[in-house]
Each structure stands twice: as C-alpha cells, then as structure tokens.
C-alpha cells in the first residue's frame, strides 16, 4: 500500500514496546514522523526508542490510568496520528460470579482507545485534522471459547470506530481499524507456550484450511495497510474495518 512520508507530523502508538505496534512506530519513525510510543513495561519501550533516537519517544504509562493517559495527550505536542494498539488479553468464564475479565479488558481495549480518541481529537480539530486508526481483531466478529471480554472489548472498538468516523469527518479527522487474525506477537505466548506452534493451531487453523494462507502473520505485515490509513494520501476513506487475517473469515 502506502510508502508516504510522514515529515512534520507528530504520531502516538499505544502498545508501542512489541509486536504489532512496535513494527508500526518503526515503520512510521523511518517516514519521517516524530512518534511517541506508550505502555507499561519501560524497558521494551527504551529498546524500541533507542533504534530510532530522536524520532522515538519512549512514554511509560499504564493504560488503565484514563487520567493520566489523557493527560500525557494535552501536555505533548499536538497529536497528527493516533494509532490506538495497546490489549491484553484474559480468559474468561462466564459462570464465575468473580470472573474480572470484562472490567480489566475493557478498561484496556476500548477505555484507554475511548479517552485517547477523545483527547487526540481536540488538537487534530484545532490543526484541521488528523487519523485515527484502531488495532482491532477478527475477534470483535468471530466468536472463541473463552475469549468473550477480548471479543467484546474489540467488537465494542470497530463500532466506535465507524461512529468517530462520522461524528469528525466535518473536522477533518479520519478513523479507520485494521483487524489482524493469528499474529505472531507477545499475545500469542501469554500462557508461556506459543499458541501457533501448537498441533492445536496446526489441527484446526492450518491443515484444516480455516486460514487459505496457511500461516500466521508477522506483525511487519500489519504494517502498510496501517500506514495507508494514517497517511495523508488517504483522503477519502473513513469508517473502514480492513480485516488482514490471510482468508479466515472468508472460511467455515
């Protein structure tokens, strides 16, 4: 897709320390664009901030801070792209009345996106614009056992994004989603063994055919289509869930 620059323009990645969202602030640092990159683990975020000194901030904040993270916005420089990555992912078990899932996720998955929008979007108007793009899953459409929170979480994020979508585009503020099926990231190693390595994976993803491209993506691939919905070369598109899950959702 879009190999634009980003010269001049001032870029947020929540999630920025691994994985999906490490790969897009390097991508958009590389084009030009001075980015500052959040989340809670300090280290990940300097080592991600030291292959690009002076175009990566580092930023540690915990996300389920809504006060502080809106605040981290108005005190920074006038935010141009605000890409909205950070999740965690917990188990769910519907029949526990102490189950926290739901809270815990959705104060991650949608809160922190829900106050950073809303904070990013005050100087994108006063600028005469900006883009918004949100990391959401396959999830927020297709249904896994014990994954209702994460789910619910990311389904509840493609909404806001096509409401957002139409409430500023008279502001010149365009919201677009990126959706990743099986990525090979941290998340997928958050019970200590890698999901997709597993015969489990293999079984009912790969040798099955549930995804016509037969593998996992590197989370460098969920990178051009991110680029293109940020970049000013995109002019006309807002509202938009682009599914990249190499063919899953397409399968029975």
Same mark, same amino acid.
């Given at each position: 897709?879009?190999? +634009?620059?980003?010269?001049?323009?001032?870029?947020?990645?929540?999630?920025?320390? +691994?994985?999906?969202?490490?790969?897009?602030?390097?991508?958009?640092?590389? =084009?030009?664009?001075?980015?500052?990159?959040?989340?809670?683990?300090?280290?990940?975020?300097?080592?991600?901030?030291?292959?690009?000194?002076?175009?990566?901030?580092?930023?540690?904040?915990?996300?389920?801070?809504?006060?502080?993270?809106?605040?981290?916005?108005?005190?920074?420089?006038?935010?141009? *792209?605000?890409?909205?990555?950070?999740? *965690?992912?917990?188990?769910?078990?519907?029949?526990?009345?102490?189950?926290? #899932?739901?809270?815990?996720?959705?104060?991650?998955?949608?809160?922190?996106?829900?106050?950073?929008?809303?904070?990013?979007?005050?100087?994108?108007?006063?600028?005469?614009?900006?883009?918004?793009?949100?990391?959401?899953?396959?999830?927020?459409?297709?249904?896994?056992?014990?994954?209702?929170?994460?789910?619910?979480?990311?389904?509840?994020?493609?909404?806001?994004?096509?409401?957002?979508?139409?409430?500023?585009?008279?502001?010149? *503020?365009?919201?677009?989603?990126?959706?990743?099926?099986?990525?090979?990231?941290?998340? #997928?190693?958050?019970?200590?063994?890698?999901?997709?390595?597993?015969?489990?994976? =293999?079984?009912?993803?790969?040798?099955?055919?549930?995804?016509?491209?037969?593998?996992?993506?590197?989370? +460098?691939?969920?990178?051009?289509?991110?680029?293109?919905?940020? #970049?000013?070369?995109?002019?006309?598109?807002?509202?938009?869930?682009?599914?990249?899950?190499?063919?899953?959702?397409?399968?029975?």
């Amino acid at each position: 897709m879009s190999l +634009s620059r980003f010269d001049g323009q001032n870029a947020l990645v929540t999630g920025g320390g +691994s994985g999906i969202g490490r790969a897009i602030a390097l991508a958009l640092a590389e =084009r030009g664009a001075s980015v500052r990159i959040v989340g809670r683990d300090e280290k990940k975020l300097a080592e991600v901030a030291a292959h690009a000194p002076g175009k990566i901030t580092s930023v540690p904040c915990d996300l389920h801070d809504a006060v502080r993270w809106e605040q981290l916005i108005n005190d920074g420089p006038l935010t141009d *792209i605000l890409i909205n990555n950070a999740a *965690i992912s917990i188990p769910t078990n519907l029949a526990d009345p102490q189950d926290k #899932s739901l809270a815990e996720v959705m104060a991650v998955n949608f809160g922190s996106a829900w106050t950073g929008c809303r904070a990013a979007a005050r100087s994108m108007a006063a600028s005469g614009g900006g883009r918004i793009v949100n990391i959401t899953s396959v999830h927020g459409r297709m249904a896994e056992r014990g994954s209702t929170a994460y789910g619910v979480g990311k389904a509840a994020l493609e909404q806001l994004t096509r409401c957002l979508a139409v409430e500023w585009a008279k502001h010149g *503020i365009l919201v677009n989603a990126v959706a990743p099926g099986f990525v090979d990231t941290p998340m #997928s190693r958050a019970t200590g063994v890698n999901e997709l390595e597993t015969d489990w994976f =293999r079984t009912q993803y790969l040798a099955s055919g549930r995804i016509p491209l037969a593998r996992a993506a590197q989370p +460098s691939e969920m990178v051009s289509p991110v680029l293109f919905f940020a #970049s000013k070369d995109n002019t006309y598109v807002t509202g938009q869930v682009l599914l990249a899950d190499g063919g899953l959702s397409l399968t029975l």
